[in-house]
């Protein structure tokens, strides 16, 4: 070839390549921003991110972030965080690479010491670390769960019942006693005392002993009396227009009722309390008592007999006392009576509780139909 021809088609060759210049430029300037932006992009992300070391609850983790401050990643790591948790350092604060986080979740505890309840809060995950948050001194105590129990996020009851002196006199004796009882009957127990049948303390068997309580033992026994009352009767009065005025004359005799009645007797520690009533019940009703009352005006006047001494015959019979019954009780009034002959004579009821009048009356009738023989003895005094 000659060096004509040589020449030529080198200079075509260069003018071929000048001609695919700029498609080459136009690939590789794309190509070349993008590794400048990744580079730029790169050195942004490392500037950003941190490594943060995260404990919650005791629980410890390492965790790359871009965070910028305490509450960025406490929303990142959607961590609630109430009014009784802790969180360290306080939200708000800036973060950076290396730093630790950490967040202690409030537990609610219901406890009870010595009876009283109430609901705390603590941050504390173990029964033996809320103890010691809380205060509580619990040396000897009894507790309702052991002191590595773990506390639960929703939170635990704890009953806490400290030692305490109690004195207990029972059966004439003092019984001293440490205890952590929760109730006074417990304390018994621990003591070696029993309530038996009707037995109970001062303080309500099921109360709380405190420290420094004397508690006595009351040994009960108990039975049931029955006691009967009368019940007392009425007594009514009754007009009678049969009866001469101012008789007054029973018709029917009062009868007291009775009433049962129950009571509880008991005997504390030897000596008989009051009895106490239970129930009462009418075993018989009162009979009330009839009384007539005489509203008849009769005559005082019978002829052949109104010129007597019948005030000496009175007297010499009765000493003059319309009332009078003798020691037999079989006669009565001024003029002695019997029940039979006064109703012969038209008397009610009995002799002596008839008026003088009314009495004096039938004493002359009698006279008429009998003469004196009714009086054997005292029968001339109606002559003077």
Sequence with gaps: MSHSQSSHRAARGRRRRRAEHPDALRLLLPRALVVAFLAGGTTAFIAHDKAVRLTVDGAPRTLHTFAADVD??????????GAHDIVAPAPGTVLRSGDEVVVRHGRPVVLTIDGQRRTVWTTADTVAGALDQL???????????????RIAQRGMELAVRTERSVVIVADGREHRLRTNAATVR???????????????TSA????????????????????????????????????????????????????????????????????????????????RAPRPQIVHL???????????????????????????????VDSSGTYGGLYQFDVATWRALGGRGRPQDAPASEQ??????????????????????LHG
């Design 72 to 81: 960025d990643l406490l929303a990142h790591e959607r961590l609630d965080i």
């Design 135 to 149: 205060g509580v001194r619990a040396d000897g105590a009894y507790l309702s769960a052991s002191r590595s129990r």
């Design 186 to 200: 417990e304390a018994l127990a621990e003591a070696g005392l029993a309530l038996r049948g009707q037995d109970t």
């Design 204 to 283: 309500p068997p099921e109360s709380f002993p405190y420290d420094g309580q004397t508690i006595s033992v009351l040994r009960i026994t108990g039975s049931k009396e029955v006691r009967e009352k009368p019940i007392p009767f009425r007594t009514l009065h009754r007009t009678d227009p049969r009866l001469a005025r101012g008789t007054v004359a029973v018709v029917q005799q009062g009868r007291p009722g009775v009433r049962r009645i129950t009571y509880r007797v008991r005997t504390v520690n030897g000596v008989r309390q009051k009895p106490k009533r239970l129930h009462s019940e009418v075993v």
């Design 294 to 324: 005489g509203i008849r005006d009769l005559p005082t006047s019978v002829r052949g007999a109104d010129h007597l001494a019948w005030h000496a015959l009175a007297q010499c019979e009765a000493g003059g006392r319309p009332h009078a």
């Design 360 to 381: 004096t009356y039938r004493a002359k009738k009698l006279y008429i139909s009998r003469g004196a023989s009714p009086w054997p003895v005292c029968g001339r005094k």
